[in-house]
């Protein structure tokens, strides 16, 4: 069974620092794009940030880009999203998702997700 298991949220202050993980299980770490949606409240889900073409790429929203960077550890089958320099509009919740859904270029969904946890930016 395929499992996303996120952790690493919680309130911060503008200007502040998170680091995101998904521990996966259930599947080949390696064989498959994976990632980071974020829904804020009233908004749809948002593709975040990826690891696509067998680690050989990664994707950033332009919203995030010099701010968020997303790793990987293939031994702990893990991945982490380092999120910095955190704005009052990064507030949602974030999702860890495996096997991403790509339709014109973009990543619009996935087959696979975790439960989500939430990333609160307040003064």
């Known amino acids: 069974e395929v499992e996303l298991v996120e952790s690493g949220g919680g309130s911060v202050q503008p200007g502040g620092s998170l680091r995101l993980s998904c521990a996966a299980s259930g599947f080949t770490f390696e064989n498959y794009d994976i990632g980071w949606f974020r829904q804020a409240p009233g908004k749809e889900r948002e593709a975040v940030s990826a690891?696509?073409?067998?680690?050989?790429?990664?994707y950033y929203a332009d919203s995030v880009k010099g701010r968020f960077t997303i790793s990987s550890d293939t031994a702990k089958n893990t991945i982490y999203l380092e999120m910095n320099n955190l704005k009052l509009e990064d507030t949602a919740i974030y999702y860890c998702?495996?096997?991403?859904?790509?339709?014109?270029?973009?990543?619009?969904?996935?087959?696979?997700w975790g439960q989500g946890t939430q990333v609160t930016v307040s003064s």
């Open positions: 690891i696509i073409d067998g680690s050989r790429r990664t």
């Open positions: 998702a495996q096997d991403l859904v790509h339709l014109q270029g973009k990543i619009v969904g996935a087959l696979v």
